[in-house]
């Protein structure tokens, strides 16, 4: 089972800022949470990740509460082609599997 | 990030008839692949975990003798669906592992859409 807990579905407006939560109470201190997407019909795409200090890259930023028990997913500037299921996983740092969850739809609306 | 390609992109095929899909890592070695199939608005399962060299690792539930997996090389694993049906009819995924400077990351195919008829 995973062991995220994430809302079903989540709307934003173009241009806006997504913000998407993912709580994982029980993340044990060799986690990361690691963050993909899977837009319809294609394969899962890998956003970003980290274990307790907030990350950026060009496609998003994690920010991850101190106790590290949850994070956000934060993409600053929605664009309708980021409507897409995203997934918040835990996993340790090597040679483990990913176990998806249900994720989050994401719908960005013009 | 790194690439991983699958071919074919989408298959169609006799029921009874044995299906082969291809996962490619493009600019890097994965010595462990991952195969998963995903149902119409389900998630991701992990059906099994490969590994260049030696046999794969199956997830409780997969039958080994009908998803025949093969990782040949440090770039490559093939997925073979034996005697389909259309039970198997699904959205099968790759992903590979890269290695970066401190932690490992996995990446996935486009995905092969199998229809049994």
């Known amino acids: 089972d995973a062991k995220t807990t994430q809302p079903p579905s989540m709307d934003c407006a173009e241009g806006r800022a997504a913000n998407l939560p993912c709580n994982h109470s029980?993340?044990?201190?060799?986690?990361?949470v690691y963050w993909y997407r899977q837009i319809h019909s294609q394969g899962p795409q890998y956003i970003i990740h980290g274990l307790k200090n907030n990350e950026t890259n060009e496609m998003a930023s994690l920010i991850i509460t101190e106790d590290r028990k949850s994070s956000t997913l934060i993409l600053p500037h929605a664009t309708l082609r980021d409507t897409a299921v995203y997934y918040c996983?835990?996993?340790?740092?090597?040679?483990?599997?990913?176990?998806f969850g249900a994720g989050t739809i994401l719908r960005v609306k013009s | 990030g790194a690439v991983v390609s699958q071919h074919p992109s989408w298959v169609i095929c006799k029921s009874g008839t044995s299906v082969k899909i291809e996962c490619r890592s493009l600019d890097f070695q994965a010595t462990t692949m991952f195969w998963y199939r995903q149902f119409p608005k389900q998630s991701l399962m992990l059906m099994a975990t490969?590994?260049?060299?030696?046999?794969?690792?199956?997830e409780q539930g997969v039958e080994k003798d009908k998803f025949l997996i093969n990782h040949a090389s440090l770039t490559l694993s093939t997925l073979t669906v034996t005697s389909a049906h259309p039970e198997d009819s699904s959205f099968y995924i790759c992903?590979?592992?890269?290695?970066?400077?401190?932690?490992?990351?996995?990446?996935f195919g486009p995905g092969t859409r199998l229809l049994v008829l």
């Open positions: 490969s590994n260049e060299g030696s046999k794969a690792t199956y």
């Open positions: 029980t993340i044990s201190g060799n986690e990361y």
């Open positions: 992903s590979a592992r890269d290695f970066g400077w401190s932690t490992e990351t996995q990446y």
């Open positions: 996983i835990l996993t340790e740092e090597y040679g483990n599997k990913l176990v």
